[in-house]
């Protein structure tokens, strides 16, 4: 049994069936079941005050287990000047003699190496989230990292397990890392929330499962396998124009700013809307968010701002394609560990680990991708 498909979650089979019955063709339902994961979505439910230690927060700065230093990047000093010649499009001689750049960051006399702070994106307990699904950690934390330093945004993200019984030292008491907005912006996360999770599901862009994703198609051919050839075919055209058979769900009405803004107003799907955060609402809400949004009654579901076992879209191929082409293997292995948006410009990154690897609890092969 898969536990990351939804299809094997009892909490999610009424929205499933809610999902599949949209479907005219049970043989298309089925191929579709395939593709739609038991997830998790995250919302933003405070600003993040650092009382409590180790709970779910997106930015900020982390609880780290006492002993850990805030992880960094060690950056000799000809890669960082390449760096700078790349930012300010001059020669490494010229930065050298005009800019101030190597006073920016710590010097690490012995790895001869610059000190570059890793970007911190989340930390998750997993004791919070176990109840919505049943392949990560039961207990303790991870502590999701950026290594984002180059101008031309290399990415290496890192995942950082916390047993349960570990002390932590509150990220409050952290100084905050130093970064140089030319190289290493940090910006994107300074504002640190509370995160709330609810179970949830996340189905695959049907436009994805086709030939430029190998896997995806394998995976639904599988499922069409006891069918005659001839209606095998029909499905998997029918596949490339299934999104005009859906019904409009309701995130799908709204621009990405109003969904950033529903999720930053910690405003959580399935808990009422007050009469008095509906008064509050009227200065950010558009036209579409007025038309849906009802006091007195439970909010619909609606994306979160970050994700567990979700999807990815990164230039048409499915971002478990791409982390199989740079750290082997096959890509069906790999899954979306976790997904945040990035910034206001509706990037989102995906987080992608071997399934191997999560089983056993190692996350220290990690690969990085957006999509776009």
Request: charged share 20%; net charge negative.
């Amino acid at each position: 049994m898969d536990m990351l498909l939804a299809e094997n979650s009892p909490i999610r089979q009424q929205l499933l069936e809610q999902k599949l019955a949209q479907f005219k063709d049970p043989n298309l339902a089925n191929v579709l079941s395939a593709f739609i994961r038991c997830s998790v979505d995250l919302y933003p439910c405070a600003n993040e005050d650092y009382a409590q230690l180790g709970n779910s927060r997106l930015g900020g700065l982390p609880d780290l287990p006492v002993g850990m230093d805030y992880p960094v990047t060690l950056v000799g000093r000809e890669e960082m000047l390449d760096a700078y010649a790349e930012e300010f499009d001059h020669t490494r001689e010229y930065v050298e003699e005009h800019y101030c750049w190597s006073q920016d960051w710590d010097w690490d006399e012995a790895a001869q190496a610059f000190r570059v702070p890793m970007q911190f994106i989340a930390q998750l307990n997993s004791s919070d989230l176990k109840a919505f699904q049943s392949y990560l950690p039961r207990e303790g934390r991870l502590l999701f990292f950026l290594e984002r330093w180059r101008f031309s945004e290399m990415l290496r993200g890192h995942v950082y397990y916390v047993a349960e019984d570990q002390q932590l030292n509150s990220g409050k008491a952290i100084a905050k890392p130093k970064f140089d907005d030319a190289v290493c912006a940090n910006y994107e996360y300074e504002e640190a929330y509370q995160l709330q999770g609810i179970a949830s599901i996340k189905m695959i862009a049907t436009d994805m499962v086709n030939s430029d994703n190998p896997h995806l198609l394998k995976l639904a051919k599988a499922r069409l396998q006891a069918l005659p050839e001839p209606q095998q075919a029909m499905v998997l055209e029918a596949l490339a124009v299934v999104d005009d058979e859906l019904v409009p769900e309701w995130q799908d009405q709204l621009y990405f700013f109003d969904l950033m803004k529903m999720n930053k107003h910690g405003l959580i799907p399935g808990q009422i809307l007050t009469q008095t955060q509906w008064s509050a609402l009227p200065e950010w809400q558009s036209s579409n968010l007025q038309a849906l949004l009802v006091p007195e009654q439970p909010l619909p579901y609606y994306n979160g701002i970050a994700s567990i076992n979700g999807h990815g879209d990164s230039d048409y191929k499915a971002p478990e394609l791409h982390a199989a082409a740079e750290l082997g293997g096959n890509a069906e292995d790999y899954l979306v560990l976790f997904k945040a948006v990035y910034s206001e410009h509706s990037m989102q990154l995906n987080f992608i680990i071997h399934r191997d690897d999560l089983a056993l609890g190692k996350f220290d092969h990690i690969y990085c991708i957006y999509d776009n």
